[in-house]
């Protein structure tokens, strides 16, 4: 009977203790963190409003500094001339394939790479984690890697982009960190019952461990498709460029990645820029908020202890 009449006045406790109370003070709080939150979000996505807009103004219009967040003179001469441009389609291609190919092998290399660092019985761990470690801050230079990749017959190849960059030492050290968290209980139950080493991780870690790889693909895919300096440098097919160089091309005022791209850059003006620009970071936009879920998760599970 005690316990019965004891129950409401717990549940009362309970309930009092678990309400915030909506004081002056509180919704004043409440009401900064609204303002501070839509001014960031407004300073977030002024950059690419911008570009948007700028993408379909007219050119007197963005040269006259008139072009905010809406379009002034609205035309699509721009977007037409960008999209019937051949090259500019087989850069496109290019970018999505090189892309693709460089984050498949670079997760399959980061993935297996940090599991094996992740066990601390391995002979040689900390010469391993060492060596990785150093070529995060030291380099062979710029001319040494230039004779490297021409001697290994990979100039003017897919290669001299995918291989170079396949892994990124700051996403090894966050997929170790998670790898040395995961349950080593799992680990060893699966072993009893008879999966080997691979068994292991392609059947039981791997699956439990979406929320960091989806990070990490979403890190390698960024970096790819940004990435144009290692194609400018080792390239000289403008068949083979990514898009990132054809629209470093026309920033620059550079006229030698095909014909009819100089015409374009004269007619147009700064106008086929904020085209160029729009149509390179509209996929990415577009994916990230699919994966957006994972991206938080995903890092600090790789970065907190315990």
């Given amino acids: 009977m005690e316990a019965l009449q004891a129950a409401p006045d717990l549940a009362r406790v309970r309930s009092e203790t678990t309400t915030v109370k909506d004081t002056p003070g509180y919704r004043l709080f409440r009401a900064g963190n609204v303002a501070v939150l839509v ?53 496109y291609r290019n970018t999505v394939v090189y892309t693709v190919v460089a984050t498949a092998i670079a997760m399959a290399l980061t993935t297996t790479f940090a599991y094996a660092l992740s066990k601390r019985h391995l002979k040689g761990r900390g010469i391993l984690v060492g060596v990785a470690l150093f070529t995060m801050f030291f380099n062979g230079g710029l001319i040494p890697n230039y004779i490297l990749i021409n001697e290994l017959g990979f100039k003017n190849t897919m290669w001299s982009i995918v291989l170079p960059q396949a892994i990124s030492v700051f996403n090894l050290l966050v997929m170790k960190a998670f790898f040395e968290n995961f349950p080593s209980d799992l680990e060893e139950a699966a072993a009893i019952d008879g999966l080997t080493t691979y068994g292991i991780f392609f059947r039981i870690v791997l699956p439990l461990s979406k929320a960091v790889i989806a990070t990490m693909i979403l890190f390698y895919a960024v970096f790819f498709w940004n990435s144009w300096f290692p194609a400018f440098l080792y390239m000289d097919d403008p068949n083979l460029y990514p898009v990132t160089v054809y629209l470093r091309n026309i920033i620059a005022g550079a006229t030698g990645t095909g014909e009819g791209l100089s015409d374009i850059a004269v007619q147009i003006g700064s106008n086929v820029k904020a085209v160029t620009m729009l149509l390179t970071v509209l996929p990415i936009v577009c994916l990230y908020p699919f994966i957006q879920k994972y991206f938080v998760s995903g890092v600090m599970l790789g970065s907190v202890k315990g």
């Fill in 39 to 91: 001014v960031v979000s407004v300073l977030t996505l002024y950059p690419f409003l911008n570009l948007a807009a700028r993408a379909f103004s007219s050119e007197a219009a963005i040269r006259g500094g008139d072009v905010f967040v809406w379009p002034v003179g609205f035309n699509t001469t721009t977007l037409e001339s960008v999209l019937s441009q051949d090259l500019f389609w087989s850069n």
